[in-house]
C-alpha cells in the first residue's frame, strides 16, 4: 500500500502563489507516475500535472501550462505542485495520486490517492 499526505493549501488572491506537497509513504516502488488532480465546485476532477518519477518527465493540462510546475524530491518522497499566478477559477479540492504505468491525466490509471487539500483564490 503506499500512503499519499497533501499539505500546502489555503486561501490566496488572485495573481498569488502556493505550493503543494504531496508526501508518500509505504510501498512506494509500487508506483511510477504521480500526479495532482483538482476538482472544482459542481465539477468533475480533472488531472493538473503529472510527473514519471523514473524518469522525471513532466506533462500538464493546458489550462495549468506556464503557471504550474511539478517536481519531485526522491530523497523525501514528495512531490510538489509549485503554482503561480492563480485565478479564481482554479479553486478546488487539490488532490494527489500515484500509479504504476497508465496516463498521467487518466484518473483510472490511479489506485492510490491523497484526502485533498483545498485551494481557494479570491478576485
Known amino acids: 500500500q503506499v500512503q499519499l499526505v497533501e499539505s500546502g493549501g489555503g486561501s490566496v488572491q488572485a495573481g498569488g502563489s502556493l505550493r503543494l506537497s504531496c508526501a508518500a509513504s509505504?510501498?512506494?516502488?509500487?508506483?511510477?507516475?504521480m500526479a495532482w488532480f483538482r476538482q472544482a465546485p459542481g465539477k468533475e476532477r480533472e488531472g493538473d500535472a503529472g510527473?514519471?518519477?523514473?524518469?522525471?518527465?513532466?506533462y500538464y493540462a493546458d489550462y495549468v501550462k506556464c503557471r504550474f510546475t511539478i517536481s519531485q524530491d526522491n530523497a523525501k518522497n514528495t512531490v510538489y505542485l509549485q503554482m503561480n499566478s492563480l485565478k479564481p477559477e482554479d479553486t478546488g479540492m487539490y488532490y494527489c495520486a500515484a500509479a504504476y504505468g497508465g496516463s498521467w491525466s487518466d484518473q483510472s490509471s490511479f489506485g492510490y490517492w491523497g484526502q485533498g487539500t483545498q485551494v481557494t483564490v479570491s478576485s
Open positions: 509505504g510501498s512506494t516502488y509500487l508506483t511510477n507516475c
Open positions: 510527473i514519471y518519477t523514473g524518469g522525471g518527465s513532466t
